[in-house]
């Protein structure tokens, strides 16, 4: 467990925010890159101090259940869109939802200063050695671990990424690698559950040859439907497919 404080905040676009902590216990943190995910505690309203786990492993869940909602704090995780030494600084980048959700409201109320609390979860995007063609696919929730994968790729990397984001407002010019194709896709009001879009997109897409690696994360909907969309459509490999869902759509996150 690595307690550090807000450093600064920097709003990327209407719906994506990136709040960067520091303190000199991020020197226990061991960047592994792509899709590393953390566990961030964070203060909830009405509570003057960070109540932390101590357990600093797998048994600091059940240590956290046992506390007292009034000294519990909210837990969620995100994915580490960047780490630094010189300083010791980790960047978060948070997807918005208004005031819907704890986090949201973490992220945009957050002033330096601010107790976090940081647990390493590990990495998901595995893709074997000898990957030679991928697809990685993302709802808001997933985008800064996909730009954060692409920011540790090798510039021989063959992938077709398609990112889904509220607004055209968040898309972004990225430099990636000379064949990687990255589409933006905007709901822009539709009302559609987030990653109905990117589903349907890749559902209508011509897939390329060769296509041996995909990941894909988001609501638990793009996720589990885009697995079972290729391995029963296009015959891919359950174990060639890393999918993640990171939230359910109308069910609230736990903690």
Known sequence: MIRAAVARTCRISENFVTVTVAGDELAQFEPQGY??????????????????????NNAWLAQFLLMRVAHRPWVRNYTVRAF????????????????????????????????????????????????????LVADESAVPAVLAILDNTPDTLHADVYLEVPHSDDFRELDT?????????????????????????????TLPSGLDYVWVAGESGLATGLRRFLVQEH????????????????????G
């Open 177 to 205: 690698p000379p064949n990687v194709k990255v589409q933006w896709l905007a709901r822009n009001g539709s009302g559609d559950v987030p990653g109905k879009l990117a589903l349907d997109t890749v559902k209508s897409a």
């Open 84 to 135: 630094r030494t010189e300083p010791l600084e980790m960047d978060i980048e948070f997807a918005l939802h208004g005031d819907a959700g704890p986090a949201s409201v973490f992220a945009t109320r957050a002033q330096p200063g601010d107790p976090v609390g940081i647990f390493d979860e590990g990495i998901g995007y595995r893709p074997p050695e000898s990957s030679a063609r991928q697809l």
């Open 235 to 254: 015959s891919i490999a359950k174990s060639t497919v890393t999918f993640l869902g990171y939230w359910r759509h109308g069910k609230a996150s736990p």
């Open 35 to 56: 899709d590393q995910c953390v566990r961030l505690f964070f203060r909830r309203d009405g509570q003057d101090e960070l109540t932390m786990p101590t357990f600093s």
